[in-house]
């Protein structure tokens, strides 16, 4: 599994965000890509996830070594960022269930699992909207690690959290990351990139 990130340009009305920028990523070399604000990491990552298309360049997956399109890239990513969003008004429990129809949870777990890994089964038949933002952004981790994605794009993955689920964060990249790629975006918090073994700096 790699992801070959090829001299990719990307500009907002005239203004040059992401200039020239080549890099891969597998399996065995988890990254952060670093930078500040206005930096262009949200925007890089929105291309590897197919969200937006760069100017110039390009970027190439393959999986088992054979090379997937990038429109068909979205079924093998998960992709968390703060300006991601959920569906609001299911409960945490129809949210789970409805990620399950299109995703299988990750290495045999059920949706009951999925919930309690999160750890927020007391809101279950809570609706979303209901939940704090430390809370949505552990379902938005939960949502992505635990279920059998093989590419994670996590933008400023502690957003919003507190040190509890900070650490809850660490443990779970150790104990559901195995074999799958890893990308994050960082302002350089280094809690939110503990696995990370190959750096990008914007």
């Known amino acids: 599994m790699e992801i070959d990130v090829k001299n990719i340009i990307k500009s907002f009305d005239d203004k040059i965000v992401i200039n020239n920028i080549s890099f891969s990523v597998n399996k065995e070399t ?32 393959t999986i088992n070594n054979t090379e997937i399109s990038s429109d068909h890239i979205y079924a093998y990513t998960a992709f968390v960022a703060p300006y991601s969003d959920l569906i609001m008004d299911f409960t945490l429990s129809e949210m789970v269930s409805f990620q399950a129809k299109f995703c299988n949870p990750y290495n045999g777990l059920s949706c009951d699992n999925v919930i309690e890994i999160i750890g927020l089964r007391q809101f279950r038949d809570a609706e979303l909207k209901t939940f704090s933002s430390g809370m949505m ?39 559901y990351l195995n074999n ?12 939110e990139y503990p696995v990370c073994n190959q750096q990008i700096n914007l």
């Open 180 to 191: 799958r790629l890893l990308i994050v975006c960082s302002n350089n918090f280094k809690h």
């Open 30 to 61: 988890p990254t952060v890509i670093l930078g500040a604000n206005g930096s262009g990491k949200s925007t890089l990552l929105k291309i590897i996830a197919g969200i937006i298309s760069p100017d110039n360049g390009q970027v190439k997956f």
């Open 137 to 175: 952004q552990r379902v938005k981790i939960g949502m992505a690690l635990l279920f059998s994605r093989k590419i994670i794009l996590l933008d400023e993955p502690c957003n919003n959290m507190d040190n509890s689920s900070i650490n809850w964060y660490a443990e779970l990249l150790k104990e």
